[in-house]
């Protein structure tokens, strides 16, 4: 899977910098970071909105936009995927792989966890609600 992810990220690299009438990937680099970032943004959402609808080939579809934009994103931030690949390895040996990094300077307890979990429960009707109503 990382090697897929490599070869995007290295095709988006070579694309870059391609002429903008032919490329849409280097027309979304001329467009600047608040616009690939603002097209990451809508496509994780299309991800969530799908899987609410348990759309399997829209998750897929849409997850295959989402890594598209995320290697933009990347790029333009000068974030290597090795980067991230070596944060993960970080993470997996402080918690295991499945397991998220709380933010820097929080102490997650098992009952902090417990609390945030209407919120969490709160944005998936958000999203069901959205899904119903396209």
């Not at 991800?47 to 333009?76: F, K």
Request: charged share 35%.
């Amino acid at each position: 899977m990382s090697d897929s992810i490599e070869r995007l990220y290295e095709a988006v690299l070579a694309a870059r910098n391609l002429d903008p009438e032919d490329s849409r990937t280097a027309r979304l680099f001329q467009r600047g970071p608040a616009k690939v970032a603002k097209k990451l943004a809508e496509e994780a959402i299309e991800v969530a909105i799908d899987a609410v609808n348990g759309d399997h080939a829209g998750v897929v579809r849409e997850s295959a936009d989402l890594l598209y934009n995320l290697m933009v994103l990347w790029a333009r931030a000068g974030v290597r995927p090795e980067d991230v690949w070596t944060e993960m390895t970080r993470r997996e040996q402080l918690l295991g792989i499945a397991e998220k990094c709380p933010k820097p300077g929080r102490k997650v307890t098992r009952k902090a966890q417990g609390r945030s979990r209407p919120a969490a429960d709160a944005s998936i009707v958000t999203l069901s609600r959205v899904a119903r109503d396209r």
